[in-house]
């Protein structure tokens, strides 16, 4: 599961990159909840919540169907 997680957010990284951002991969909890760290341009960016729901769950739960959410960690 976590490679396939790697391999998502490796298709959304240059996105956000291009923008200044970047995104950290921190793991999974118990109830398949992916935790991830929003860096950069996108740590404070007001849109970082719908990146966050729309880019970056959006792709992980195509590639990971199993993964229930993506939450943003500090």
Known sequence: ???????????????????GGDIEFVGVTEDNVVQVRLRGACAGCPGAAMTLKMGVERVIKEKVPEIVRVENVK
């Open 1 to 19: 599961m976590h490679d396939k997680i790697e391999e998502a957010i490796s298709e959304i990284r240059p996105r956000l990159q291009a923008d």
